[in-house]
């Protein structure tokens, strides 16, 4: 029951957290408003940046037990420190991410920053082996044991209780943090309208070229933009570790996907915009918190940004004249049968030459091809770039452990895979029913969107831990309980979709998918119906992974929320763009060089140059190549983009 008493303290909860949301909304809003695509990385970059703030706090031991003059001039230091490290990583991102690309690829800035937001996650790993209370030897996989700083510091804000608002207590700090960021916004404001640099900085945003004109360096400007919403993500980062005594806890692309909705939500580019609706959002969120739960407002925020993406995005309406540079020319294919046949020979030869003990990780390196294959089909024939692909691979899954749970595993392996992909290509017709008339970050956005909805509808429903004890598939009446028969299996799915991929490209609808993929306008003023192709690529691909979720659940007896985590589907990006979005055995071998790196490169030398580290190092296992995997795999996946974007096109 809401209570005059509960209702003020959901206000005050609601505003103060609105507040924080509102700072990093106007720096997404100031920076999308200039490059028009989104900063994936700009949540890891809020979160890395509060870490920053609580490791100074703890170094310069402040607290509120030091006198006043020291108390003050450490936090000015401290928030100094953290605004200019967050602004010149955000400038650093602008010129890696974006400037690269420019005139080049839409596509290549949405995946560059993946990257980076990788890295940027690996960089707060790679910090906790720095803290004091850092224990040598310990490892990050062991149960319990965050892989980010979670320490708590001391209060730093004034805890005084103001005034008392029928019943609950208003405290100093909460006004504190309400009242900073109403001065910055305002602050914002009047800096775009007043300054010079503001008014370049808008010009820039609303009309490049024109601005060019009257002597603007529109490069110069956009990176000004970067920095300047960094500085304000290192302001949020500041109050919020020192309102909350803690670093942010969410990390990953997904979890700015919040500021920008209220960013969508205020209008882009409007600060004062994104100010009020931070503030709106956090009281609704405060409220549904303790209406419904967490979880449900999670997935209710990101049913409001897919809502207002919807409403406010503009249709593609101009002409990119040629493909993506991030795909490969799919009119340039050369068949070389030679290639299929040795892979074949191959695979059907590892079984013997490498043992059963490897049939495990041979089993989910086929999985991987053939997610790969899906995907390629999306991307790399119809240009459309879906973070949310998991979302099929999950689904699929689910919907095989259940089915196997109600049969008790008595259905042919062949029945339950073509329930599964009916039920995730159903979804996939969905998202493209939804997208219908989005493209570039506007669709990916969207779809990761989806795939954080449909995640968290699955945790609620199955709970955290999913599925498990799923039955082995059954093939003509045989259980497949040998990792032997489980690998050939999946040899047989990954060939069938080579060959179905390999004719779909040649056939009318591979050839719908490349005239939309290069200019949806004058394919559809040619006869091309963009919304039966559209939606047919998303089903196609998403009924792909939904077969390879209940070969995945059926191979490995379980299947849980993390196969539909985001990471999924940008490690499935990767092994694509590696290999040539649009080249079917480029899918194939991308998906096999991620999956051996992953797999056995990684491994290999974690152990080989465990041999030569000292034990008990200042560093630990921060110099383990074991512990760098989301570096590397950030890193791997930045400079496979920026070669295919950049590059000349490489041939399928």
Known sequence: MLTPEIVARLLIIGL?????????????????????????????????????????????????????????????????????????VSGGIERAAFRPFRGRSRLAPLAATLGISFMLYQGGIVWRYLLPNWIPGEHRSVPGIPEFPRDSIPEVLPTTTLATVFGAPLVAKDLFVVAAAVGIGLALAWMLARTRSGRAIRACAEHPEAAQILGIDPTVMVNRAFVLGGVLAGLAAFLHAAYYTAPYGTYGAASGLIAF?????????????????????????????????????????????????????????????????LTTDVGAVTDRRWLWVGLLALALAAPLALGGPAMVGLTSLLLYMALALGFNVLLGMAGLLDLGYAVGFGLGGYIAATLADLTGGRLEFIVVGALAATGAGAFGGLSGWLTLRLRGDYLALVTLALSQVVRGALVLIAGPEGLSAVAAPRVAGLALTTPSARYFLALGVVV????????????????????????????????????????????????????????????????????????????????VVLGGAGSVRGAVLGAGLIALYDRVLIPWLGDTLSRFQPGGGAFGSALDVRGLSYLMFGFLLYITVWFRARGPSSSP
């Open 16 to 88: 103060t957290g609105g507040a924080l949301l509102a700072l990093n909304a106007m720096a997404v809003s100031l920076i999308y408003s200039t490059v028009r695509t989104l900063n994936l990385a700009h949540g890891d970059l809020f979160a890395l940046a509060t870490v920053v703030t609580t490791s100074l706090v703890k170094v310069l031991a402040l607290g509120p037990d030091r006198p006043l003059p020291i108390l003050v001039g450490g936090l000015v230091l401290t928030l100094a420190a953290t605004a200019a490290v967050a602004g010149l």
């Open 261 to 325: 909705a209220a960013a969508l939500l205020g209008g882009i580019g409007n600060p004062l915009g994104a100010l009020a609706a931070g503030l709106l959002i956090g009281v609704a969120r405060a409220f549904s918190d303790y209406l419904l739960s967490p979880a449900t407002t999670s997935m209710l925020i990101q049913l409001l940004l897919i809502a207002l993406v919807l409403l406010r995005a503009a249709p593609e309406s101009r002409a990119t004249l040629e493909r993506d540079a």
């Open 496 to 575: 069938i979709l080579v060959v179905l991929s390999l004719r779909l490209r040649r056939s009318r609808t591979g050839r719908a998918w490349l005239a939309l993929s290069v200019d949806p306008t004058a394919a559809e003023a040619s006869g091309v119906a963009l919304t039966r192709y559209k939606s047919l690529a998303f089903v196609f691909s998403s009924a792909v992974a939904g077969f390879t979720g209940a070969l995945y659940a059926m191979s490995f007896t379980y299947i849980d929320a993390d196969a539909i985590d985001f990471r999924v589907s940008t490690l499935v990006l990767a092994m």
